[in-house]
């Protein structure tokens, strides 16, 4: 074909010049027909060379969408890459769950493998499954917020987006641990699927504790420039330590089995107060943590404050029989009822029905300096529960 005459034959375009997808109309409208001394040679306007290539058909054909917002956020720049990779396909709803296998024989079980209830979707994965929901919870919480996650992935990463704006390192630990839950849980959900092989979420929220911590540890997270953004670090297992502290080894005893326990602890310094609470079960696994600052000038106060808080989250969390632990008298005289110096503390914690409560009116642990809240996760020393 070397004359403009035989690429347009009675008035159309010659449907040879067909390439792929691409219609004949639009591959010619591409293209700048010119003369070369005695012959029309047509050229392809979209190479810089003029010849085709499998490349520059496909940028011309395929329909060009706007980036969502999402995709720079989940490869931000410390992001995992298998983490994110998995991410990135989930939010885009490119994952095979079962509602995306149109083939799959329709009386194949599309139950989700997870929880064995719901139907299989990435929503449901994501944080609807009773079971990746319990483990996205407790991270949302050792990042300082204690809510459920939205029913929509989407609808899920926007708000985490705009609950941990810029660059920071509280953003960069929100969305390490978006990204690694996202990746441990299909990860799980394959384990399971093709393997026949399961893990308790406990155990999976373990796992994502270590791999977000190792991650972490090699960063070089040097804006630890907030009370907040220290205390979320350290609940991470990213400990900032001034030099006036020194940590000292201390112990902690298993509640009985099938229950759970409490350590709950709070701190006043010059700038402000903070409360924190850990919650593990009996295998010493830890449940759920938090850390968070308060505007409260009385130490008792923010104790009881760090006592309720711990209840709810426990609450939240599913925890049937639970077993308490302060390092404070005055507190655990409090809770039992031995005092009413804060009159409606009594009455907020008779609003928790839970099946045992047992109090700890040990010694303080020994930090040396000031306490601040990040320090109070750690057991309190020679505690032991007490019925
Ligand atoms: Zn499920």
Redesign the pocket.
Known sequence: MNSLDQLHLDGTWNPILNIGSLSTEKALLSETIFTDSNRNLPIWKPNSNGFFTAKSGWEVSRQKIKKPAWASRIWFSNHVPRHALVSWKALKNGLSTMDNLPFLDPSVNRR?L??N??LESVN??FFQ???SKWIWQSLLGMLGHFRSPQPDLLQEELWLANSFKGSGQSATLAFLAFEASIYRIWVERNQRVFYKKSLPNSVLLSDLLSLIKTKIQGLKLTDLDTQSNRSIASNFGCVFCPSTISLQSCSWIRPPPGSFKINSDASLEDVGGGIGGAIRDSNGFLVSMFSINVEREDILALEILGVLTSLQQALQMGCGIIWLEVDSKSTADIINGLSTILAGASAALRKFSCSFLAFNDGASPTFGGKGIALQTFYPNENAHAKG
């Open positions: 989700c997870l929880c209830y719901g449901h994965l499954c009773r079971y």
